[in-house]
């Protein structure tokens, strides 16, 4: 059966860095694109960064461009998010998120989600 | 970017029919989904392209998608399906594609 299971949140300063993982298992992760979502505290759910099955076109939500990078490695079955400059307001539960397609034309929706990582920047 | 609106909450009685509806301008010409998130847990796909189940979802689920407005409707509603409800489009009209979601539904079962 399908599992994501995310690590590596935790607490950190404003303007800090931070690197969560991913680990899939019971798919072959490489022939699928991936995403991260996440859901700050009592909020909605929001889309953060896609990228497509063999690394090759990632895209992000405006908010993180430019301090957020994905990326993954299908050898390990992994996927990471690398966040720095991180701000009080990226406070929330970070998702791993499968997609049921391979890159941003035909992944449409979200098939499999991960229980996902706490990351609390704050002072 | 395309906006996807749902009310805050529905509320509705054991044995009952539920309906939650999720507006967009023109959103009939888009794919929606649907995601269950109960409290503490991850979100789960209950519906896919409008009115699509996965095979682990029960049939009381279903979706429709007409004019304006997406609606995920719940038969026979148990106290096991009080949860957040969320629906998403895929949206390619900017420089990237998007993933959207609404706001969310808080559905209380009486």
């Known amino acids: 059966q399908v599992q994501l299971v995310e690590s590596g949140g935790g607490v950190v300063q404003p303007g800090g860095s931070l690197r969560v993982s991913c680990a899939a298992s019971g798919f072959a992760l490489r022939n699928y694109a991936m995403h991260w979502v996440r859901q700050a505290p009592g909020k909605g759910l929001e889309w953060v960064a896609f990228?497509?099955?063999?690394?090759?076109?990632?895209y992000y939500v405006d908010s993180v461009k430019g301090r957020f990078t994905i990326s993954r490695d299908n050898s390990k079955n992994t996927l990471f998010l690398q966040m720095s400059s991180l701000r009080p307001e990226d406070t929330a539960v970070y998702y791993c998120a499968k997609s049921q397609g391979s890159d941003g034309g035909n992944s449409v929706y979200f098939d499999y989600w991960g229980r996902g990582t706490q990351v609390t920047v704050s002072s | 970017s395309y906006v996807l609106t749902q009310p805050p909450s529905v509320s509705v009685a054991p044995g009952k029919t539920a309906s939650i509806s999720c507006g967009g301008n023109?959103?009939?010409?888009?794919?929606v989904h649907w995601y269950q998130q109960k409290p503490g847990q991850a979100p789960v796909l209950v519906i896919y392209?409008?009115?699509d189940r996965p095979s682990r979802i029960p049939e009381r689920f279903s979706g429709s998608n007409s004019g304006n407005t997406a609606t995920l409707t719940i038969s026979r509603v148990e106290a096991g399906d009080e949860a957040d409800y969320y629906c998403?489009?895929?949206?390619?009209?900017?420089?990237?594609?998007?993933?959207?979601f609404g706001g969310g539904t808080k559905l209380t079962v009486l």
């Open positions: 990228i497509r099955d063999d690394g090759s076109n990632k």
């Open positions: 023109n959103i009939a010409t888009k794919s």
């Open positions: 392209y409008d009115k």
């Open positions: 998403q489009v895929w949206d390619n009209s900017s420089d990237h594609p998007n993933w959207v």
